[in-house]
């Protein structure tokens, strides 16, 4: 195995760069001798070992640990590509945590010193470099073997963006167990079944998140276990249903909440035509406004104008034998004409049924009356014949 | 009891100042407690709004959608609600009726059957624009105290862009900028009518509002933070009507339409705006600054009754504010509060408990800060330390919470004023510019012993004046000072 990852050397310095990165997530033994490994002019030439370092978006430097032997040339790439100011900042070993405390206790002084204190702890630094600002350092690592620790002194940023620079021709510990790595770049843990909230996950779940194909105010729904389900409360719409999962929300709560949440499984319907309803004989879709939602058994059943008339739309599980669907039980007041519903039924495999109204292809007319309650049927057919293989 | 307790607090302090009884003062830096609060197992304790039930219970809301309410009696903790979208402010009406303000809406959660989970999630208001950015962060809803609320809304960012589907108005203009408002009300502190919800557009010119208060008086206060067109971190007095500064949100402005903002030149944007009332020199005193509060514990904090308390994120300390009202116009001092006590970083959300300590709610959101929840309260001591800082014709008078003793703090030349103030402009934060030292002319004592009062040979305003008192100044009993550095922003000189 070690092997085939061998026969990316030679080519390009880049690539080397990415063994690197591989064996240290890893956690592989390895060492980066320089001359003796490389074969490449270019590298040889310069006789020093490049390593790039990002500032990166969390208070992390991309680079979490990287290892080179006692007495190289490193030239220190340091870009930031975070949305804040950080520096970088090499010290002796052990002395990560005494040079963050004198860095915040510059105070006044701190910013035009890059909150860089004097002291002979220090083996090197890049000053304080602005979003999208990069700079480089060459010097030469000690030739006494050690755990150099690297850290933005940038004031409170120091307790835990750091990583360390392994100067050693031994084998590294394991990643996971690297106490000289901050504990969020220690390899991932695998995420169990635990519920992320101080009670435990039970049907049906409902989360307010940033969900894909679906406007910004988007509500997710897990039926049961095998159907979920996601309305739009800026449109006051139905938007999806999707089988055999519910949402991978890691992304989205890390940190910013930059990331949407994953719908997990197979998205088995999605309809295209929009609002369904239609009032008094009108094409537009009517204007709508969010009311909220009311938990019925848990079930949200959302509450919101249309026009002047007001919805409560329910959406509940919905199984026979044959297949898996929900039915989305309707209550429409104050209507004045014919209301109409459009459902979508392109989709072949979508058996869409009511028990009231009267259906002209894909729209299901309903007079006043009927609209006041009413329910709609979606099934998806043949599933279990499908699962069959 | 209550009464009874801030009654004898009064009388103490009666008898301390006016008889000179000094054994009721016992003196000491380490004024405060602070407490950890246990959060409960499994939950991620980034915190998003505190507040608390007049029976002492605390209702608090975090980050993964829960609001969760804590009795400190019994320390239990039950859910009230959840799968709530980043919650970032929570207002109890009663026990069975709380005010969330989340990314999508602000929502009034209703317990309608009593059995202490809410049923009934309901619209209050979602008459603001999402682009679904992650930067627009929805901030409240803090009460005005005549019956409405203020909610503040958060710029976006170009850290990230924004989805094919808005929620509200789209309009291109507002797309550029570093931090922009490309949908209705980004970068405004709006007032939400308790009545109908209606959405009524405050004032603009915010960039992360993350902070809002309301005094006794009904004065509306918002903190911003340091970034492109802030300087510095800063304080606002805000009145309605008025633009404070930060460009995107003119998008907004009725007479605006079509409008880049950004190509407003910027002495323009200077004369509209109104500055900060009190600015915090950036990652010395705050990077984040977060939730203002107000002492009206009458007493039960220790001897800040008045002053503004504020979060703040990168550091482990609060900051202590001291208003000082200029002919009208509110500016003012800052020094950290509750350093070197066991507080950690973090500290997004304060709030009151009825018994007068200070309840603290941690985040970090993957910027500096951290997690969990902390208690600060009052151990009856009094620290040395400066008390306020007011301006004055030709310098500033300084006030301490304790007699100092008189030789440590009478020469002038032991004093050192700086000032410098933070440029306005598009960039990202500022450096200190016109950095110099302004000369003490005079330093005189106080009559009651227990302040000074300085002359300078030059006062000029639009700065901030960053005093630092003599090395070894204490009070009488030589109990060292807390804080010797001190930072007041002068936008007004005293006519």
Sequence with gaps: ?389 | MRGIKHLLITVLFGVSIFSCNKSEIIEGNDAYNVDDIKTPAGLRAENGGIAFLPDGRMVTCFHLGEVLIYDPKTEEWSVFAKGLHDPLGVYPISEFEMLVMHRPELTRLVDTDKDGKADLYQTVTDQFGISGNYHEYNYGPQPDGKGDFFISLNDASNGAGIWKEVRGEFRAEGRPGRMYSCVPYRGWVMKVDAENGDLIPWASGFRSPNGIAVDKSGRLFITDNQGDWLGTSKLYHVEKGKFYGHPSSLVWEKGFEGIDPLTIPVPVLDKMRQKGSVLFPHSILANSPTQPVFDYTGGEFGPFEGQMIIGEMDHDFLLRVILDEVDGEIQGACVPFVSNQGLTKGNNRIAWSPDGSLFVGKSDRGWVGGKGMQKISWNGKTPMDIYEMKLTKSGFDISFTLPINPESANDPYSYTIKRYYYKYHRKYGSKQFDVSEVKVKNVMLKEDGKGISIDLEDLKPNYIYELTLPEDIKSKKNTPINNKTIYYTLNKLKS
């Design chain 1, 1 to 389: 195995m070690l092997k085939s990852y061998f026969t990316y050397f030679g080519q390009t310095f880049y690539r080397i760069r990415l063994f690197m990165r591989l064996l240290l997530n890893k956690g592989f033994i390895f060492f980066v001798i320089v001359g003796a490994f490389f074969s490449h002019p270019y590298a040889k030439s310069q006789d020093l070992t490049e390593i790039r370092i990002k500032a990166i978006s969390g208070l992390k430097y991309d680079l979490p640990r990287f290892a080179v032997k006692p007495g190289t040339k490193v030239k220190i790439i340091f870009e930031n590509s975070d949305e804040m100011a950080h520096n970088l900042v090499f010290t002796l070993p052990g002395k990560r945590e005494e040079i963050v405390g004198l860095a915040n206790n510059l105070g006044g002084s701190g910013p035009s010193m890059n909150f860089i204190p004097e002291s002979e702890a220090i083996l090197a630094s890049i000053k304080v470099l602005n979003p999208d600002a990069k700079e480089e350092i060459v010097f030469t690592v000690p030739n006494e073997e050690g755990i150099y620790p690297y850290v933005c002194t940038y004031p409170g940023h120091g307790f835990i963006m750091f990583g360390a620079m392994y100067v050693t021709t031994k084998a590294l510990p394991p990643l996971e167990t690297d106490q000289n790595v901050p504990e969020s770049q220690r390899e991932k843990q695998e995420v169990g079944k635990a519920s992320p909230h101080p009670y435990p996950l039970t049907y049906p779940i409902i989360y307010r998140t940033f969900l894909p194909d679906c406007g910004p105010a988007g509500i997710a729904v897990a039926l049961n276990k095998k159907v979920s389900y996601s309305w739009d409360a800026g449109k006051c719409m139905f938007r999806y249903a999707w089988k055999d999962g519910f949402l991978d929300n890691s992304e989205q709560w890390q940190a910013k909440g930059k990331e949407l949440s994953i719908i997990v499984g197979e998205v088995f319907y999605k309809p295209t035509l929009g609002f369904p309803f239609r009032l008094d004989n009108s094409e537009n879709e009517p204007e709508v406004k969010f009311m909220g939602y009311r938990l019925e058994n848990g079930f949200p059943k959302f509450n919101y104008k249309m026009g002047k008339a007001l919805v409560n739309e329910f959406i509940q599980p919905f199984e026979d034998p044959n297949g898996i669907g929900y039915s989305v039980q309707f209550e429409v007041s104050d209507l004045d004409n014919t209301l109409i519903y459009i459902a979508d039924k392109s989709n072949d495999k979508m058996e869409v049924s009511s028990d009231k109204g009267k259906w002209e292809g894909n729209k299901l007319y309903l007079t006043p009356e009927e609209g006041k309650n009413f329910k709609v049927y979606y099934k998806e057919i043949g599933t279990n014949h499908h699962a069959g293989h």
